[in-house]
């Protein structure tokens, strides 16, 4: 059974999703994980699906003629923590617009081997947010960590929150 | 009014402004220029009818006031009138329930934030100075609590819990 990763890309319209996940299930194949958005009213979709057919034949029968559709072999999962061996953290960055901050803040976690597992960015008016999941090794020096994330806003004129990640327990 | 003023509504500041990311000063409840600061911040309140509170940063004092009226909300449960309130200070916190918050200084986005529901809040009255406690749960104790972030220079960016609770606002009922 293959695994594959499909991105969706199109303009925004009602039934979009209705059409690739039903064009999806004709092919057989089983949606696994996925997450859609719409960043400035286009629709963008990312799909882990399994089936019997591989990447190619699966590109080929997915029905979606207003769409850009692509589908690429998944050969297998990759963890770069450990199960356990990492500290959830959110970061959040608020500040005007510029190229290159996310370039900025992403370098300043890789150099201490922290990995982002989720963000979104917004644009609203002249304000840039950046939300992120970020990931750490237990052995990072966290204050130091942020204090580097701290000179990397004040270059970006931007202010930045670093926090342990609080998981409700229910 | 305020101490008898009527004031003047402002313009209120958006983000990314310094001020709304600076902690913000005590101030003396009587003084001439906090109940005149006062004063503007419930006439500029007024006059945004889609908000119900504001705090003095909003309208660029870096002053521990807030203003706040949540009469009108649907969401609503207790609610103590308009109010303006000097140095605020929360005193309990009870209850944490997670909500959607909107911001007049954000006009774009709205965010998931963990509030507590029920709160105590000490503070004075601007113009008397008289000492007051406030009792609110609901969407009061949120307003209240947000109107608290932005004297401390947070916004609501800065409290969500991660990468997926960040939204644009697309509904009105957002705030």
Redesign the interface.
């Known amino acids: 059974m293959g695994l594959s990763a499909v991105t969706v890309l199109g303009v925004d319209r009602p039934g979009v999703i209705a059409a690739v996940t039903g064009s999806l299930a004709d092919c057989g194949a089983n949606i696994q994980d996925s997450t859609m958005t719409l960043l400035g009213g286009h629709v963008a979709m990312m799909l882990l699906v399994s089936g019997d057919l591989d990447s190619a034949e699966l590109l080929k029968r997915l029905c979606a003629p207003d769409l850009v559709v692509t589908a690429s072999a998944i050969e297998a999962q990759r963890h770069f923590c450990e199960e356990g061996g990492g500290l959830g953290y959110v970061l959040t960055v608020h500040g005007p617009d510029r190229p290159g901050i996310i370039s900025a803040i992403s370098a300043v976690l890789a150099e201490d081997g922290g990995n982002i597992t989720g963000m979104s960015t917004r644009l609203t008016g002249r304000l840039y947010v950046l939300i992120a999941d970020v990931e750490l090794p237990k052995e990072v020096d966290v204050a130091a960590l942020m204090r580097r994330l701290a000179a990397v806003g004040a270059c970006l004129d931007s202010e930045i929150t670093f926090r342990p990640v609080e998981p409700d327990l229910l | 009014m305020v101490g008898g003023r009527k004031g003047t509504p402002r313009e209120i500041l958006?983000?990314?402004h310094p001020l709304l990311?600076a902690t913000t000063e005590p101030v003396d409840p009587t003084a001439p220029e906090v109940v005149a600061a006062a004063a503007d911040l419930l006439a500029t309140l007024r006059r945004e009818t889609s908000t119900p509170g504001l705090a003095a940063p909003q309208i660029g004092l870096s002053w521990r006031l807030i203003a706040f009226d949540t009469r009108l909300h649907p969401r609503s449960r207790s609610w103590a009138g308009e109010l303006v309130l000097a140095n605020p200070r929360l005193a309990s916190a009870s209850h944490w329930d997670p909500g959607r918050e909107g911001c007049a200084s954000?006009?774009?986005?709205t965010a998931d934030v963990l509030r507590a529901s029920r709160i105590t809040v000490h503070a004075h009255l601007p113009g008397t100075g008289e000492p007051v406690t406030i009792e609110a749960d609901a969407l009061e104790a949120r307003c209240i609590q947000h109107q608290l972030d932005h004297l401390d220079g947070l916004?609501i960016?800065?409290r969500?819990?991660?990468?997926?609770?960040?939204h644009?606002r697309l509904h009105s009922c957002d705030s």
Do not use: C
């Open positions: 958006g983000a990314p990311s954000i006009p774009g986005l916004l960016l800065d969500v819990p991660g990468a997926l609770s960040l644009r």
